[in-house]
T-cell receptor, first 115, second 111 residues
Framework: EAGVAQSPRYKIIEKRQSVAFWCNPI?????LYWYQQILGQGPKLLIQ????????DSQLPKDRFSAERLKGVDSTLKIQPAKLEDSAVYLC?????????????FGPGTRLLVL | GENVEQHPSTLSVQEGDSAVIKCTYS??????FPWYKQELGKRPQLIID?????GEKKDQRIAVTLNKTAKHFSLHITETQPEDSAVYFC??????????FGTGTSLTVIP
């Protein structure tokens, strides 16, 4: 089966600019996650969707980050405006059902560098 | 919320030796504990997981043990090979189905 797709793979922007990432989960997967992975650290959950509804966004910096999953399939994560500390890899993952006790399949990630 | 601690942060072993990575968690309601392997520049990939109703699970050279009373779980890799070199992350599912990852262990297997 096709894996989780993400684009772009790399992005370099200047601070205060805006950026958007796109994720296409595995077909049929109900749950979609966005993670931020700073170099040398474990992934940190930013937001979790079940179909097109938000399950958890408690760790999403809502003053600058936003995410949506229209139609319950693809998702976009936006940062506006970006800060230097947003430099990280943004990972998207999906799982088949509505429980977190399911294997998460990760995409290749988008590596963001904010200058 | 859940707090997952992982030790050691780096680990070097000789090829053929065993490697053990330990994680502790704080939320007694956590009931699912996956382990991920992440090679440099690649995505995390699930290598083994365990649920709270099981104390141990094994898959070839990899095993995971869970002690719910002490709130810790461990990854055991036997007969290590150079291709086992990677960063390993533990995770725990806390209250509200949130995924919490440990800080990672960089494993180096020396040929």
């Amino acid at each position: 089966e096709a894996g989780v797709a993400q684009s772009p793979r790399y992005k370099i922007i200047e601070k205060r600019q805006s950026v958007a990432f796109w994720c296409n989960p595995i077909s049929g997967h109900a749950t979609l996650y966005w993670y931020q992975q700073i170099l040398g650290q474990g992934p940190k959950l930013l937001i979790q969707f079940q179909n097109n509804g938000v399950v958890d966004d408690s760790q999403l910096p809502k003053d600058r980050f936003s995410a949506e999953r229209l139609k319950g399939v693809d998702s976009t994560l936006k940062i506006q405006p970006a800060k230097l500390e947003d430099s990280a890899v943004y990972l998207c993952a999906s799982s088949p059902r509505d429980s977190s006790e399911e294997t998460q399949y990760f995409g290749p990630g988008t590596r963001l560098l904010v200058l | 919320g859940e707090n997952v601690e992982q030790h050691p942060s780096t680990l070097s072993v000789q090829e053929g030796d065993s490697a053990v990575i330990k994680c502790t968690y704080s939320d007694s309601a956590s009931n699912y504990f996956p382990w991920y392997k992440q090679e440099l520049g690649k995505r995390p990939q699930l290598i083994i997981d365990i649920r709270s109703n099981v104390g141990e699970k094994k898959d070839q050279r990899i095993a995971v043990t869970l002690n719910k009373t002490a709130k810790h779980f461990s990854l055991h890799i036997t007969e290590t090979q150079p291709e086992d070199s990677a960063v390993y992350f533990c995770a725990a599912i806390g209250t509200g189905n949130q995924f919490y990852f440990g800080t990672g262990t960089s494993l180096t297997v020396i040929p």
